[in-house]
């Protein structure tokens, strides 16, 4: 039975020569080294009024051949002519929602969403669970959590706090380095700020 997969936040390399990337097509293979068999081709549209700064893209295929296979995707011109593939993803159940996305998060980070998507994700992940055990089982609202359609301050924390640990992965714990600048230590409980923001969601409180 055909799998059907979902490819978030895929960006092109930007081209300088005035020339868009018009198609991308999409390849899936057993192992991230290959062999890497094309699935479909699909036409970009609209195409990028600036080829120097490409947007993101998602794609949805239902030709996917079995579970837990890797995909990558190669965009190409107007005449044939391809870039280099993107960086291979494996397709693996996972039902823990994010609040934000990957592209959101590679932004903020200046980092390539595509080429560094499963450690994006990681950290969005991670985030994404501190505000469900912070806010508990359900906003005061009413809402459960996790959430499928989160609010908007539950979206901003998950890009917050997934930055947040990114940098820390970077730098020695309770350090985070500033540039020029030198370095700060960071607060005792990081985590504190945050708790504060979603105080407004928060459906239920611990007894002091």
Known sequence: MPIVVS????????RYDGDPWTEARIEEAPASTGPWVTLETITLAPV?????????????????????????????????????????IQNVEDDRPVYASVAELARLLRVSASERHNSLMRVLKTAAQEIDD???TATIGGVATPFSNPPPLAREVNLERAVEHWKQMQAPWGIVGLG????????????????HKLAGLKGSWGLA
Not at 7 to 14: G, H
Not at 65 to 81: G, H, K, P
């Open 48 to 88: 990028d009024a600036d080829p120097a700064n490409p947007a993101y893209r998602n794609f949805t295929t239902d030709l996917g051949t079995a579970a837990e296979q890797w995909y990558r995707i190669v965009f190409l011109d107007a005449s044939a002519d391809t870039g280099l593939p993107t960086f291979p």
């Open 180 to 195: 020029d600048t030198g370095a700060t230590y960071t607060a005792r409980d990081s985590w504190d700020r945050h708790a």
């Open 134 to 136: 912070e806010i508990g």
């Open 7 to 14: 490819l978030e936040d895929f960006r092109p390399s930007p």
